[in-house]
Structures are given as structure tokens and as C-alpha cells.
């Protein structure tokens, strides 16, 4: 069995998310998704819209997704390792990033290959909260 990971905070859930999920749900058998816990998001600068136990449960209504779990750490590696991830699925706008060039190292250590997936042009979350803000003044 070929199973998957990738991980994010997926907040106001859009395209973009879908077309990650599902390009990685059809390279595996099963896909194991990460979801950011807040604390998470708060320790990198941010602050989620959605809260993480409704971001989860948005995630795990996704059909493409087998297993939604808690992202507590940025530890690529040992995510992988702990769930068995043969793929971890990232978008390319990371790729030849000096960071994903270490994970990369890393996540081979563990028997773990890095796919990137084309981002989505045109839609992010911080388009979205952008345009909210916007509409909003």
C-alpha cells in the first residue's frame, strides 16, 4: 500500500486545496493530511480565520482525504515516518527552496520522496482575506 502526507493550515478552504488533495489522493492509496493546529499558526506569525477543530472536520469532509490528524510540529521527517508516507505532497512554489532542499535530505532518510504539485495561480487564502479585508472597508 502507497501511502501519502502532506500537511497546512487550510484555512477558508478553497480551489487550491482541492487540486493539491486531489493529485495526491491519485499517486497513493491512501492519504494521510496534516492539519495545522492554531497554536501552530500562531508561533509562525498568524492567525488563522477558522478555527483548527473546524478546519479538520473540513478537511476530513473532503473526499480525497483518508485520514485528517493534528499538525503540532513542523517535523516533515518525522511525520512521514510515523504514518508510513512513501510520497509528502507540497506545492512547487516551495520547490528548490533552501528549506524544502533540507527536507528533501531529510525525508529521504526516512524512505520518503517529495512531490511537487503546480500551486493554483490566481487563489490563496491570503488573496481571499485580502479581498475580504477589501470588500469589507
Known amino acids: 500500500m502507497i501511502i501519502g ?3 497546512g493550515v487550510y484555512d477558508l478552504f478553497h480551489v487550491g486545496h482541492v487540486n493539491i488533495l ?5 499517486m497513493c492509496d491512501k ?3 496534516g492539519v495545522t493546529v492554531d497554536e501552530l499558526v500562531a508561533y509562525k506569525g498568524k492567525q488563522p480565520v477558522i478555527p483548527y477543530h ?3 472536520e473540513v478537511v ?3 473526499r480525497y482525504v483518508d485520514v485528517a490528524i493534528p499538525q503540532n510540529n513542523m517535523d516533515k521527517a518525522a511525520a512521514a515516518k510515523k504514518n508510513h508516507a512513501s510520497y509528502l505532497f507540497v506545492g512547487d512554489d516551495w520547490y528548490a527552496t533552501e528549506k524544502w532542499q533540507d527536507h528533501e535530505k531529510e525525508l529521504e532518510e526516512v524512505g520518503c520522496k517529495v512531490i511537487y504539485f503546480p500551486y493554483t495561480q490566481g487563489t490563496s487564502s491570503t488573496l481571499i482575506n485580502n479581498t475580504l479585508n477589501k470588500l469589507r472597508e
Open 22 to 26: 486531489r493529485n495526491a489522493r491519485a
Open 54 to 56: 473546524e478546519r479538520i
Open 5 to 7: 502526507y502532506t500537511s
Open 60 to 62: 476530513r469532509a473532503c
Open 31 to 33: 492519504l494521510v493530511v
